[in-house]
């Protein structure tokens, strides 16, 4: 019997939740180590957009490499050390440009190193921020990011028309924005209430803030796949596609997450 893409992405869903639960309830060490293959797995697909197939797996690989190190630092030594980091991770790169353009100067390109940077700021560095954040909160955080995903994509199927950025997305439309919306804000009233301190309108507004970072997220990559002419980021997926076409959502709502929580902490 073939499976149809939508009885896929339920039973991928299905497998995948149990998972996420084990690792956030096993402790550090098992979120580190999913953390390092999501972001291994998703900055490959992030620079296969720039570098198809084998092209540049070199380049890849330093890329990957960097990020798994950034993971695996301890929180305290890399923000006391941010500008340090920053400063290594640079001159890294533009030294292995050095040593390219001295090897084959007519296909050296310094943009090619940027792109390597890009990666490790889109992906290890904000996964990283999952490490400092409690179990309720990974929870919230991953909820929020499926809420808003599955709202759209099932009552934009279901209703929606009216295109929001065809350029950009063709397929998303704005019934299916606000159903991810409304899903979205339930999540965190509900969650907030049963774990947060403050009123309940606060949750509100928080779903409504990680909802439009979810969405522009996604919109992000979107554009990158338009970009580089592909479908999806990749099939390790089946029924959602690559890596980071199910975690594109999330790696701006994450970080638009952590702020939310040091201008107002709400759990």
């Known amino acids: 019997m073939t499976l149809s893409g939508h009885q896929k992405r339920i039973i991928t869903?299905?497998?995948?939740i149990p998972v996420l639960g084990l690792i956030i309830f096993t402790g550090a060490q098992a979120v580190n180590l999913a953390l390092v293959v999501v972001s291994g797995l998703g900055l490959w697909e992030f620079?296969?957009?720039?570098w198809p197939g084998k092209e540049k797996s070199l380049f890849k690989l330093s890329g990957i490499t960097l990020g798994t190190a950034f993971i695996f630092l301890p929180w305290t030594w890399l923000v006391k050390h941010t500008l340090l980091v920053g400063i290594i991770s640079f001159w890294l790169l533009s030294l292995s440009f050095l040593i390219q353009f001295s090897l084959i100067q007519n296909k050296a390109s310094y943009f090619d190193f940027l792109i390597i940077f890009a990666g490790l700021f889109y992906l290890p560095l904000a996964l990283k921020l999952f490490t400092r954040l409690e179990a309720q909160e990974i929870i919230l955080v991953l909820l929020a990011t499926f809420a808003s995903d599955t709202g759209a994509y099932y009552v934009g199927s279901w209703k929606g028309k009216?295109?929001?950025?065809?350029?950009?997305?063709?397929?998303k439309t704005w019934l299916g924005s606000f159903g991810g919306l409304?899903?979205?804000?339930?999540?965190?009233l509900i969650l907030g209430l049963i774990w947060g301190s403050k009123t309940w309108w606060a949750y509100l507004v928080l779903g409504f803030i990680l909802n439009l970072a979810a969405q522009m997220g996604d919109f992000f990559e979107?554009?990158?796949?338009r970009w580089a002419r592909v479908k999806d980021s990749g099939c390790v997926l089946p029924g959602h596609g690559g890596i980071l076409d199910r975690i594109d959502s999330l790696l701006l709502l994450l970080p638009v997450y952590f702020i939310s929580q040091a201008i107002y902490p709400l759990f």
């Open 13 to 16: 869903a299905l497998i995948l």
């Open 222 to 225: 979107s554009a990158l796949k």
């Open 162 to 171: 009216r295109k929001i950025w065809p350029r950009i997305s063709p397929k």
């Open 182 to 188: 409304i899903l979205c804000t339930f999540i965190t």
């Open 47 to 50: 620079y296969s957009f720039f």
